[in-house]
């Protein structure tokens, strides 16, 4: 086994140190930067007025954007360089889709997050830093070997449960290692790899470029229409959500949102690629992201879209404006 997946398998996370060229990841850093000042804009007149005290969509001066499909930042491709997918290959052992083309970005302000695992199920994240980033303007910290059951398993695919209590248990049992990153690295992790953000003491924000890699099993999926469906009840969500200034209301549509992506198997449905850009995809590339809507009906066919894939994301939504009018309606204290 080669030395970076076996540190994959056994740390739970995998540092590339100088993959990318300093030039092109300059060029993504000053499109990123175009697009994400746009979001700010866009995320303040939508929620005027709103009393969440995050300062952000995310967290405490945290931020989560998806990435446009129209842009360089998806053509580049960077999220199926061959590096990174030699590993993903090994580890899944089985077919895989890039679900979230997305980013993660720390502001100034931000604090520790609690320490937590992204899910109890495999799958694997990408990071690429469009800035040097360590201790002072807020690395990721992570807790080695903690998404295995216990520190001498054998590395596996299954997920591992635990509960809030177990997960600090776990994080207290390890040294915790801060991913210390420079223009042109990346990393990989294991979603389920205990972890948290930490603070930016700095005067800038620190981003990254994320994709999200998600197991699946065949080549089904609900349809576009379906999908589109479940999308406008997460935009309704935030919108009701967001100016409460309630966290148990705003994570709810987000967790919501994320259930819609992760049952299409991608966030490229309001977001269809066009054929501008699809041209341009490498056949890796057009193979994480066989899941998207394009402008290119070849491309679409590729994937099946059945009722009974249709039917279950039309019962998590039923249940999803259920639930969320109920806790809309019960008592909790405004943070």
């Known amino acids: 086994m080669k030395p970076t997946i076996d540190h994959f398998k056994k740390e739970g996370y995998y540092h590339g140190k100088s993959y990318f060229n300093i030039p092109q990841i300059e060029e993504l850093h000053t499109e990123f930067n175009y697009h994400f000042e746009e979001k700010i804009k866009r995320f303040n007149e939508r929620f005027e007025g709103n009393q969440t005290n995050y300062g952000a969509n995310h967290d405490i001066n945290r931020w989560n954007m998806l990435l446009p499909s129209d842009s360089q930042l998806l053509s580049s491709g960077f999220y199926a360089e061959p590096a990174i997918m030699e590993i993903l290959h090994e580890v899944f052992h089985t077919d895989f ?8 970005i720390a502001a ?4 520790f997050q609690q320490i937590h695992q992204d899910g109890n199920d495999f799958a694997v994240a990408l990071n690429i830093p469009l800035i040097d980033s360590d201790e002072v303007n807020g690395a990721t910290q992570v807790f080695p070997k903690t998404h295995l059951v216990s520190e001498n398993a054998v590395f596996t695919n299954d997920s591992n449960e635990f509960t809030d209590d177990e997960i600090i248990e776990r994080a ?5 290692v801060y991913l210390n990153v420079t223009k042109g690295d990346f990393t990989l992790r294991d979603l389920r790899l205990i972890h948290r953000g930490t603070p930016n003491n700095s005067a800038a924000i620190r981003p990254y470029l994320s994709a999200i890699y998600l197991p699946v099993e065949n080549n089904e999926a609900p349809t576009f229409e379906t999908i589109e469906k479940g999308l406008e009840v997460f935009k309704k ?3 009701e959500a967001f100016p409460t200034g309630r966290v148990d209301l705003i994570d709810y549509a987000n967790t919501f949102g994320r ?3 992760g049952m299409s198997n991608s966030d490229r449905i309001h977001r269809p690629i066009s054929k501008k850009i699809s041209d341009q995809l490498s056949e890796q590339a057009l193979y994480c992201l066989r899941f998207s809507k394009f402008e290119d009906a070849t491309l679409n066919n590729k994937i099946v879209r059945t009722i009974e894939s249709s039917q279950a994301l039309e019962n998590e939504i039923s249940n999803a404006l259920i639930e969320f009018e109920a806790l809309k309606n019960s008592p909790t204290t405004t943070h």
């Open 97 to 104: 889709s890039l679900v979230f083309f997305s980013s993660d």
């Open 108 to 111: 100034p302000g931000s604090k």
């Open 172 to 176: 207290n049992q390890q040294t915790p």
């Open 237 to 239: 969500f935030k919108q």
């Open 259 to 261: 259930l819609v992506m």
